[in-house]
């Protein structure tokens, strides 16, 4: 089964239509930015020079999420709709260019990558790829590794940079193992929209990164509506990444923006230079650990290893 645009119509496309454009949108947000800290943006690079970033401006004083909000149509164990593995890209094309583009400058070359509901390919640029594999070898130390976090077993032992693979269930158990510190970084390609306990998943997620990492939530407008929190189906797409940047927030990440890597309006190319159909929008909600306590380098329990 494949994932659904969901909405069909991206809000992005209906603010065109009224002359509005997400930019202009978010401006209004500048304004706030001052109440986050002023250290480092995730990584002190630019992005894709096409990419605007926009600042996430703290909008509530408490988590604003109730229960409802995280209930799902299917409430059955995750395990059993992700035991058969979907050897299928979840973006177009052209969103996995621009995510390696994105990764290209936004990601570290050393250290520990999580990519976190991980499956069998992680979008990583060739260069990263590279030293992800090589590193993998024993004995030939690049100084970079990729750790995968998913639910279908086949899917991650696919994958061809994951140095680490750990099967969890994170809406069962929101813990990061602790064998995982430090990492350098985190990237969750289209998959947030799956998480029951957000907050837990990410507050784990921030103790376990060294201070000054980052966390890369990618997001675009398809998903598996019945495996979808509730409130992701009902609100817009801006609203959604207010939403992930309140996840950020209250799990105590700071310096988030949100880089709109594309608008999803441009056309998708087709057989002899003709032009249809629409391109699927990208979003990174990210942040960055600037300070507080980080874990111990304690063995994690009750996750297999593959
Ligand atoms: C739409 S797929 C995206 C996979 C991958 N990130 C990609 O871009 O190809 C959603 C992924 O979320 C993961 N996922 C969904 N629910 C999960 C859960 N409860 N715990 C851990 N991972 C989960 C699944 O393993 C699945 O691979």
New binding site residues.
């Given amino acids: 089964m494949m ?1 659904i645009r969901f909405p069909c119509t991206p809000a992005t496309r209906k603010l065109a239509v009224l002359g509005i454009s997400i930019p202009a949108l978010f401006s209004t947000m500048a304004a706030s930015r001052s109440a986050q800290s002023s250290s480092t943006s995730p990584t002190d690079k630019a992005p894709t020079p096409s990419s605007p970033i926009h600042p996430y401006p703290p909008r509530h004083k408490a988590f604003p999420y109730t229960p409802r909000d995280f209930l799902r149509r299917d409430e059955s164990d ?1 395990t059993d709709f ?1 035991t058969q593995p979907r050897f299928v ?3 177009d094309d052209n969103a996995i260019r621009l995510l390696r583009e994105y990764y290209a400058v936004n990601l570290p070359r050393k250290g520990r990558i999580l ?1 976190l ?3 069998w ?1 992680s ?1 990583f640029p060739k260069e990263l790829e590279e030293l992800a594999i090589v590193g993998k070898d024993e004995g030939q130390e690049t100084g970079l590794e990729v750790v995968g ?4 077993k086949k ?1 991650l032992a696919a994958n061809p940079i994951l140095k680490i693979s750990i099967l ?4 069962v158990d929101p813990t990061i193992p602790a064998s995982l510190f430090p990492l350098d970084a985190t990237a ?4 947030i929209d ?2 029951t306990k957000p907050l837990d998943v990410l507050s784990s997620l921030l103790q376990h990164t060294r201070t000054g990492g980052s966390v890369h939530l990618i997001i675009s407008n398809r998903c ?1 509506p019945t ?1 979808a929190v509730g409130r992701w189906l009902r609100v817009s797409e801006e609203e959604r990444l207010r939403m992930v940047g309140d996840y950020l927030w209250f799990s105590g990440w700071r310096n988030i923006e949100i880089v709109e890597v594309c608008d999803g309006r441009g056309q998708a190319p087709r057989l002899m230079g003709m032009f249809g159909g629409g391109v699927d929008p990208l979003w990174v909600v990210r942040g960055v650990k600037v300070v507080g306590k980080e874990v111990g380098k304690e063995v994690g329990e009750g996750r297999s290893e593959l």
């Avoid at 969890?168 to 809406?171: E, F, K, S």
């Fill in positions: 994932p995750d992700y890209t979840h973006i990519d509901c991980s499956s390919i979008h976090l998913g639910m279908n899917e969890q269930n994170l809406n969750c390609v289209v998959s799956y998480l598996f495996k």
